[in-house]
């Protein structure tokens, strides 16, 4: 009997056509599989310049077969204050979720409105919901500049929750902060890395006994292993996704990360611009902006570091969560 394998590629938004940055949560009100995605105007090539990556919500969509098909099921509901600017031009990037005593706390890149270049504020904001639908706004959170983005939260034995952000005005240095509670946060600084590359998107986790943490450094991903989440080595060798896949829509570099830990397997969730072949020039007409999203499982190789083969079908089938 063949065992089944994910869709490939996994998801397309039908809105936009520019899914990106996913993050995977299990919904405990409608027992499903939830994908948070930045959703980013792909399919209208009458957006100037680097606007098209602006003004539009999160998207989601659902699996009820433990990821191995998904379908769009919507926006989320996020509210915030007025300061950002008129709702339909607020941009909503890279969230993160994570679920303590009840409740859902998101921590989202948010852009005061639409703009043609790279150059304007950007901010982390905490929101909280009771159902992953609805989002109350909490704070914006105080960093180490005006310009971070894509938070990952991750929790010590210990019960402290830290986080790894990107500073776009560092260098687009990982930067970290450490709360006891998800709601006040203190700054750490830099992370202890053995070099300074730029990178963003960090995505930190625990498997097969050890931290990790990958981060996008726009040729693949970056590992890098840890004891303590503090002093990190890097693999060495080629980036994870560096190349190009041979699935369907999975030409091109894997970008910008999320993993699911389940029992003894992990899988990397991550997107691609598939017009946007690796060492070949862009086909005449090419939408260069579209994205899609998939799904490969890491392994362990026999010398304890990561392997992804993005080319071998993830026969995925997250387990369902007993609380």
């Known amino acids: 009997m063949t065992t089944p394998?994910?869709?490939?590629?996994?998801?397309?938004?039908?809105?936009?056509?520019?899914?990106?940055?996913?993050?995977?949560?299990?919904?405990?009100?409608?027992?499903?599989?939830?994908?948070?995605?930045?959703?980013?105007?792909?399919?209208?090539?009458?957006?100037?310049?680097?606007?098209?990556?602006?003004?539009t919500r999160l998207g989601i969509a659902e699996s009820r077969d433990g990821g191995l098909t998904w379908r769009h099921v919507g926006a989320a509901r996020i509210e915030l204050p007025d300061a950002f600017g008129p709702a339909s031009e607020v941009a909503h990037w890279a969230p993160e979720i994570v679920h303590h005593e009840s409740l859902y706390h998101m921590y989202l890149t948010v852009v005061p409105g639409i703009f043609t270049d790279w150059n304007h504020p950007r901010a982390i904001v905490h929101l909280t919901s009771p159902d992953l639908e609805n989002w109350t706004y909490r704070s914006t959170l105080s960093l180490t500049s005006d310009r971070v983005i894509d938070a990952c939260v991750a929790r010590l034995p210990d019960g402290r929750w830290r986080m790894w952000y990107n500073d776009e005005r560092a260098g687009k240095a990982i930067n970290l902060a450490e709360s006891d509670d998800l709601f006040s946060w203190r700054d750490l600084g830099l992370v202890t890395l053995p070099e300074r590359r730029p990178g963003e998107g960090p995505k930190v986790f625990r498997f097969a006994d050890s931290w990790w943490m990958i981060v996008d450094e726009w040729r693949g991903q970056a590992v890098y292993r840890s004891v303590d989440t503090l002093a990190w080595t890097r693999q060495p060798g080629e980036n994870l996704l560096a190349g190009n896949g041979r699935g369907p829509d999975d030409t091109g570099i894997g970008a910008h990360a999320d993993v699911v830990v389940d029992g003894n397997r992990a899988w990397i969730f991550y997107f691609t611009h598939p017009e946007r072949v690796v060492g070949a020039e862009p086909k005449p007409g090419a939408n260069l902006r579209r994205s899609t999203l998939h799904v490969a499982e890491l392994t362990l190789r026999a010398d304890g570091w990561l392997a992804c083969d993005r080319d071998v079908p993830a026969t995925i089938r997250l387990t369902d969560p007993k609380e």
Do not use: E, K
């Open 5 to 55: 394998a994910a869709s490939r590629p996994l998801f397309r938004d039908p809105v936009h056509d520019g899914a990106a940055d996913p993050i995977v949560v299990w919904n405990r009100q409608t027992r499903a599989w939830w994908m948070f995605y930045t959703n980013r105007r792909a399919n209208d090539p009458a957006i100037p310049d680097i606007a098209w990556v602006h003004g």
